[in-house]
């Protein structure tokens, strides 16, 4: 038995380097199998893909197998030791092959003398890419932890291989669609909503609209060098770029950025994209040319795709071309591409947030159809100003126009004068100076014997240090599903633990509520819903009903969750329940994780302490059914609000109606606080309407206790907390409000 086996999961430096050693697809895929034969500990290792098209298994790459092989072997799913690996989504471990009952020889792969036979299933999300297989002389020789092993390995390499497979079908030739592009006069400033705070100044970059081919163009006034070794000069820059990125997204984002580039490594190094581009230049085409026409043929493919992760390709081919024609001009190179630009962007993912943001970008501007919670959530935490505009003609603004985006107020000012943009200057200015040493207690005595707990909503890791920096001891909310959608797969087990235990790591003292994956809604994993796209996704299989439906997914989160937080306050926060059974049935799959890990002598957390969101009205008539089952629950305004109202969250036109002092709302949360009181629940408020002094005086007067919000709502929330009288008469404000039955009259009374 191989001691590390467990251990064995390749290293982010090991990933990065297999795009530096190869020089096409198919090299990618030999350096990968190579890679996981050293880390396996054995002579013989192949991946074979799935073929959409035909649905066979094909051998596409292998170290030890004969290489005429590659691309020659098929199998059916069930067929041999691999396609049964791939047909029951399982690891198989065999001792010895020919004793297996599905065995299939193939004659002349040279495979004759190995054996022992390891092969896992490569599963992107749902998807099912291939397979990974293994193979040694010895008999018998893999165990269990190989197969631990190997199955974390092929969830890391998921995403790559799936971008690799992307890149191979980009290699057969297609016809190009030329882009249209139509243009009108803009009005110098536009009204849209606000989506994260800031200011925001500099040039317009649109990415156009999705399915309208968003092309890359050359700066007319720039000076770009010619000839070869320009162009390779450029090439290498780039790639030398791109990896100080990762490196400082490793930084900055270990729980999703670490290769959030890679799809820009593979096709930097790929020889039919790069290779084509060099061929072109060689045949005395002008280097800058060479770039653009060869981008652009390929963002001609995949803009027009369905698919949302294949679109993502086209927008990250655009980011490629771009860089490397900075990088074949006269002038000083720098790492942030996109420094003081503005993104203007009809649909843009949450990846795709962090890799501009990552290269600077000061603003962004969607449009409001591709508004997503997540999408505001990842701007609070990266700090980026966000506004969505209504009007599409902004998507063929021309390049490098001057904008000002102010996201206090949800308006974008196209090339405005000196004067007012000196005035934003200044407030930029002065809002980055607001609250930088502000720090709060977490515990803040408003009254004798009466405290209020401040906690905060984490989105991304890098959240952890802002709240630390403010003096937060506990975490509300984590939002679990942020490293699922940004890396738009599911991180295995091991990726999970990680990322769990550095927030356990920072924050041991206080509580942490983890919350269980919420996806669904607006919050789509992209790679989900293409392939199945409901007709109603705020009704649908969202947040504890995709998981209960996927229960490896929810074991795998939860045992990741329990073996984190072992030595930690743990706490895990069941999202978007509606009823009873939801809760035990997932109370009982804590439970099984928990006797699983003990059975393996796995420590771990064996009594997280177990609770709810409040979010659907229907918790609201079995909250003593409820309150029974549970150790704590925790009210999400912004979807309690958006379900008892009907009131889509994200939705621009109905903005106004989505109201907090709704008299219905305002009754419901009571009665929560009122039963939770009297079955001394601990209770918690984690939705953005507490940010808001009138409505923490209701809650206070409700007599909720606990608030988690965004960390940078925390310096607001203390200093409400702190003013000499705020506690006092919260209880009779409280029951002025909840005596009047409507909107109009809730709104007298608080103006
Ligand atoms: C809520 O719904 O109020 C909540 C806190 O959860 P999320 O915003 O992540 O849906
Ligand atoms: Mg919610």
Request: with cysteine.
């Amino acid at each position: 038995m191989k001691e590390k086996a467990i251990d064995l999961i390749c290293s982010v430096a090991e990933l990065s380097s297999l795009f530096e050693r190869r020089q096409s697809i198919e090299g990618f895929l030999d350096e990968t199998v190579k890679l996981i034969a050293e880390h396996m500990e054995t002579d013989l290792c192949s991946i074979y893909l799935l073929n959409q098209e035909t649905g066979m298994l094909v051998l596409r790459a292998s170290k030890g197998l004969n290489p005429g092989a590659v691309g020659n072997v098929t199998l059916a799913p069930g067929e041999g030791i691999t396609g049964t690996a791939l047909k029951q989504l399982r690891p198989i471990i065999v001792p010895k092959g020919t004793d297996f009952p599905n065995f299939k020889h193939i004659p002349g792969i040279n495979e004759e003398e190995f054996e022992a036979f390891l092969a896992v299933p490569i599963l992107h999300g749902l998807r099912r890419i291939g397979v990974i297989v293994c193979q040694h002389k010895k008999i018998n020789y893999f165990n269990q932890r190989d197969a631990r092993a190997l199955t974390a390995i092929a969830a890391q390499m998921a995403a790559m291989i799936e971008n690799a497979i992307l890149l191979m079908e980009l290699h057969k030739e297609r016809p190009s669609a030329p882009a249209v592009k139509k243009k009108r006069s803009l009005p110098p400033i536009m009204h849209g909503q606000k989506v994260t705070s800031g200011i925001a100044l500099g040039k317009s970059y649109s990415l156009g609209r999705r399915g309208t081919n968003s092309t890359l163009s050359i700066d007319k006034n720039a000076h770009y060098m010619t000839g070869i070794e320009a162009f390779q000069t450029a090439v290498n820059l780039t790639r030398q770029q791109i990896q100080v990125l990762q490196d400082q997204l490793k930084e900055n984002f270990a729980d999703v950025g670490s290769l959030i580039f890679h799809a820009h490594l593979l096709m930097l190094t790929d020889e039919a994209f790069s290779g084509e581009m060099e061929q072109l230049i060689r045949n005395g085409q002008v280097a800058s040319e060479a770039v653009v026409s060869v981008v652009n043929r390929y963002i001609d493919i995949f803009a027009d795709s369905d698919a949302a992760a294949i679109r993502e390709k086209a927008q990250d081919l655009k980011d490629l071309g771009h860089r490397l024609l900075l990088n074949l001009q006269e002038q000083d190179k720098q790492n942030e591409d996109y420094r003081d630009s503005i993104i203007i962007s009809s649909e843009l993912f949450p990846s795709e947030l962090i890799k501009f943001a990552a290269q600077g970008a000061a603003g962004i501007i969607v449009h409001k159809t591709s508004l997503t919670s997540h999408l505001k959530i990842l701007g609070q935490s990266i700090k980026i100003p966000i506004v969505s505009l209504d009007n599409k003609d902004i998507f063929n603004i021309d390049e490098g126009t001057s904008i000002i985006l102010d996201g206090f107020q949800g308006t974008v000012f196209i090339e405005p004068d000196t004067a007012t943009y000196d005035q934003f200057i200044k407030l930029a200015d002065e809002h980055s100076m607001l609250d930088a040493d502000m720090q709060i207690e977490p515990l803040i005595e408003v009254a004798p014997g009466e405290t209020v707990a401040l906690m905060a909503n984490i989105g991304l890791l890098g959240d952890l240090q802002i709240a630390r920096g403010y003096g937060a001891d506990s975490i509300g909310l984590y939002r679990s599903e942020f490293p699922f959608l940004i890396r738009n797969d599911f991180p295995s087990e091991e990726e999970q633990y990680r990322i769990y235990h550095r927030i356990f790591s920072e924050f041991n003292e206080g509580p942490v509520y983890m919350r269980i994956l919420d996806i669904g809604g607006d919050k789509q994993l992209g790679f989900l819903t293409d392939e199945d796209p409901e007709a109603n996704p705020f009704l649908g299989l969202r947040a504890i009903r995709f998981s209960l439906k996927n229960s490896e997914i929810l074991e795998t989160q939860i045992r990741a969750m329990l073996r984190a937080g072992k030595d930690g306050n743990l706490h895990i926060m069941i999202p978007f329940v509606s009823s009873i059974e939801e809760v035990r049935d997932v109370k009982e799959v804590i439970r099984q994780a928990s006797k699983n890990l003990s059975e393996h002598g796995i420590e771990h957390n064996y009594k997280p302490k177990i609770g709810i969101m409040i979010e659907l009205p229907s918790t609201g008539f079995i909250l003593e059914e409820l309150a029974r089952e549970v150790d704590f629950m925790s009210i999400g305004t912004n979807d309690l609000i958006q379900y008892l109202l009907g009131v889509d969250r994200t939705n621009a036109r109905v903005a106004d109606m989505f109201n907090p002092f709704h008299p219905a709302v305002l009754r419901f949360i009571a009665r929560v606080a009122d039963v939770c009181n009297e079955q001394k629940i601990p209770l918690s408020v984690c939705g953005d309407a507490a940010v808001n002094r009138n409505m923490l005086r209701f809650l206070l007067g409700s007599g909720i206790r606990n608030f988690s919000v965004a960390p940078s709502s925390l310096p607001d929330m203390y200093k409400w907390l702190k003013e000499e009288h705020f506690f006092n008469g919260c209880s009779n404000f409280k029951q002025d409000l909840l005596s009047r039955g409507s909107s109009e009259e809730i709104k007298k009374i608080l103006n």
